[in-house]
């Protein structure tokens, strides 16, 4: 089992930064990708961006050049930096991890919310 815990949302400007954070605990040992999602009211959840054991990353076409994910092995921790806030970036953002040495799990955080004024 593993434990994902988000940090860091809030009330952010128009333009501005915001950066979140996810710390994993429990067995941590296998975990490979973790990414980021996020739902707005009235949407689908959609990735953000996610960061694979491998290192490679992947932005959705709407943050690309704005957000950055960075992981530190070390504390099992993934950020999101979120630049150049838009309005339509308001939404709960949700950490994810996919976990498991032989059997491959998904894991969620519980949300936080992210909420940008234009």
């Known amino acids: 089992q593993v434990q994902l815990v988000e940090s860091g949302g809030g009330l952010g400007q128009a333009g501005g930064s915001l950066r979140l954070s996810c710390a994993a605990s429990g067995d941590t040992t296998c975990i490979s990708a973790m990414g980021w999602y996020r739902q707005a009211p009235g949407k689908e959840r959609e990735l953000a961006a996610a960061d694979s054991s491998g290192g490679s990353k992947y932005y959705a076409d709407f943050v690309k050049g704005r957000f950055t994910i960075s992981r530190d092995n070390a504390k099992n921790t993934v950020y999101l930096q979120m630049n150049s806030l838009k309005a339509e970036d308001t939404a709960v953002y949700y950490c994810?991890?996919?976990?498991?040495?032989?059997?491959?799990?998904?894991?969620w955080g519980q949300g936080t919310q992210v909420t940008v004024s234009s």
């Open positions: 994810n991890a996919e976990a498991g040495c032989e059997v491959e799990y998904e894991y």
